[in-house]
């Protein structure tokens, strides 16, 4: 459904000095500093695959994105969607793709909710008995029968997502590509949402390309994931496999009466370490961890044995985390190895 | 085509329920614009109060030529008026790309997102104009005179149209163009007067450059006899074609330049 060969996209940043004087010399002259946001990649998704598209923030995830919808036009490589090529027939490619892009709305801004989904009925020619049954059932999973009336402007964040989403499956498309579906939901939207993804995949077979922070979505979600660091591909594989050999990495912040001289309990030193501080939070010490090697319970009584702890709080894996990680470990290679298709 | 009628009927539809919503808006635009057009033609009833032609130009005449761009201007306004927003709210907040995965063209879309109530104002007041100055002139209004009236305000719209398309594209490159669109568009206001009163350099950039002269004084040149320009007065149409095209080709450029370096 997807095949994407060599994909890279080059773009050009004005470098400019700091503070006043840079920007009037920028007005006269300007050095130009190409930044490569995506580095020639591979991807190859079967129709009907959910994959989830993670990386860090500028690993070049929007910009893969933008060319495979269409928007951008990629500097080399190739990329065809369904059998299109996005950027060279753009309209053809859009009627069969479906897009979220987190808080951007694709709906129109004062009219109701009801009436912006006849408006996209007539744009993407959706005929007019599939398209009520659609409606009909789209309505039920995500509960939008007494948001119809009200217009997007009004909506909370979580009623817009839902009617979102709803726009972005209307037609039936082939592909949907959902840049953070989930960002500032609560948790009750979230599993809506996330089963109403899991639905339209099931009975339209429809292809999913999923980016997103919260590895919940992800768990949930997809089969497989692809994880793109500095515009390169450094993860191409099952779910599972990544989880076992990564999701049980840690962190635990606390917050602790003195941390002047904080050092590492020597019980520790084996199991854990210390990250690096945050500049505007110097008191918070943040020690990541596996699970393997030790218990969160067990650290925390081992901290608070050598330390007054004021507070603590634990953070779920995160995706930089477990990207950190894969360098750190050196698994770069070995872990590519083991795609699946 | 036939699609596209019917997809603007709708968006249409849509913009004045909006419209209509914002009831108070629709009457205060309205009335401002009404006003701002009125205080234009007070300024010339003064001049002429004091003088009885100008360069040859009587003041019936002058209100003419003030209807034909009134009434042009507002089929811009009306219709067109989204191309000012090109760049503050479509490209700088990245609601451009919005347009680009949709199966119909990103132009059409983005004139069809707005419809601009302030417009109507324009052409209240330009058929009041129009209508006031057309007795006092020195014609026999028949049909044909109708249609050519009608056919040359139509070119004019279209040529305002055609001008603020080609630098709103400038959007493209520049994130937002909006003070060059604004700059250029100014220079309509020296086309409501007879361009054979000023020098011959911005009466030519009037002309050939950026041809605001065709939206108002040549159209009413055409029904004025001796003014030495019917022939010129014909070429409106052409005018208004041959700028569209032109806009639209760079248009074409412009979104080509920005799919392939992004916002």
Redesign the interface.
């Known amino acids: 459904m997807i095949e994407v060969h060599n994909l890279a996209k080059h773009?050009?940043i004005a470098k400019r000095d700091p503070g006043l004087r840079g920007a009037v010399k920028s007005l006269f002259y300007r050095k130009y500093e190409t930044k490569e946001a995506v580095k020639g990649i591979n991807l190859h998704i079967e129709a009907s695959e959910m994959v989830g598209y993670i990386g860090a923030n500028g690993a070049g995830k929007s910009?893969t994105i933008?060319m495979l919808?269409?928007?951008?036009?990629p500097t080399s490589g190739e990329v065809k969607v369904n059998g299109i090529v996005p950027?060279e027939n753009?309209?053809?490619n859009?009627?069969h793709?479906g897009?979220v892009?987190g808080q951007?709305?694709?709906l129109?801004w004062?009219?109701p909710v009801r009436?912006s989904y006849?408006?996209l009925k007539?744009?993407?020619?959706i005929p007019q008995k599939q398209y009520e049954e659609t409606l009909a059932e789209f309505v039920e999973v995500l509960h939008l029968e007494p948001l119809l009336g009200i217009p997007v402007r009004q909506l909370s964040l979580g009623q817009k997502m839902r009617c979102e989403l709803a726009a972005a499956f209307l037609h039936r498309p082939k592909v949907v590509y959902l840049d953070e579906p989930t960002i500032g939901l609560d948790v009750a939207v979230k599993v809506r949402i996330r089963s109403f993804i899991k639905q339209m995949n099931a009975r339209y077979g429809t292809t999913v390309l999923l980016t997103t922070h919260d590895m919940q979505d992800i768990e949930e979600i997809c089969q497989r994931i692809i994880i793109i660091d500095d515009g390169s591909v450094i993860y191409d594989g099952s779910i599972q496999n990544i989880k076992s050999q990564f999701g049980d990495k840690r962190v635990i912040h606390f917050e602790l009466e003195n941390s002047d001289n904080f050092i590492l309990p020597q019980e520790l030193a084996h199991a854990a370490q210390v990250l690096p501080r945050e500049e505007e939070d110097l008191h918070k010490i943040s020690i990541t961890f596996s699970s393997r090697d030790i218990s969160g319970a067990e650290l925390i009584s081992i901290m608070m044995n050598h330390y007054t702890v004021a507070d603590l709080t634990i953070a779920d894996p995160k995706i930089e985390t477990i990207v950190e990680e894969i360098y750190g470990r050196g698994m770069k290679k070995e872990v590519q190895h083991e795609e699946v298709h | 085509m036939i699609?596209y009628i019917?997809?603007y009927y709708?968006?249409c539809k849509?913009n004045l329920?909006?419209m209509m919503?914002y009831r108070m808006d629709f009457l205060l635009g309205v009335l401002s614009v009404m006003l701002q057009q009125f205080a234009g033609i007070f300024f010339v009833k003064i001049v002429f109060d004091h003088i009885h032609e100008l360069n040859g130009w009587t003041f019936y005449e002058i209100l003419f030529i003030y209807g034909i761009a009134a009434t042009g201007r507002s089929i811009h306004h009306i219709f067109f008026d989204n191309l000012w927003t090109l760049g503050w709210q479509y490209i700088r907040?990245?609601?451009f790309?919005?347009l680009?995965?949709?199966?119909?063209?990103p132009l059409f879309h983005f004139i069809a997102d707005r419809l601009q109530q302030d417009g109507f104002g324009q052409l209240f007041i330009g058929i009041i104009v129009l209508g006031t100055a057309m007795p006092h002139l020195d014609i026999s209004w028949g049909f044909m005179e109708y249609v050519i009236l009608i056919i040359m305000i139509i070119a004019s719209g279209f040529i305002f149209v055609a001008v603020n398309l080609f630098f709103a594209t400038l959007s493209f490159w520049m994130v937002d163009s909006l003070p060059i669109v604004w700059t250029i568009f100014n220079l309509s206001d020296f086309a409501r007067y007879p361009l054979t009163i000023y020098h011959k350099g911005i009466r030519h950039l009037l002309t050939w450059i950026i041809p605001y002269g065709f939206t108002a004084f040549y159209p009413a040149a055409y029904f004025i006899k001796g003014s030495g320009f019917e022939n010129l007065a014909l070429l409106t149409p052409v005018a208004a074609i041959v700028s569209c095209a032109l806009a639209y080709l760079f248009w074409n450029r412009g979104l080509?330049a920005f799919?392939?370096?992004?916002s």
């Open positions: 773009y050009k910009t933008k919808t269409g928007i951008l036009t950027y753009r309209k053809q859009a009627s793709i897009a892009f951007r709305t694709q129109f004062d009219i009436e006849e408006l007539h744009i993407y020619e | 699609r019917k997809l709708l968006f849509q329920k909006v919503e907040p990245g609601k790309d919005r680009l995965i949709r199966p119909i063209n080509k799919t392939s370096t992004g």
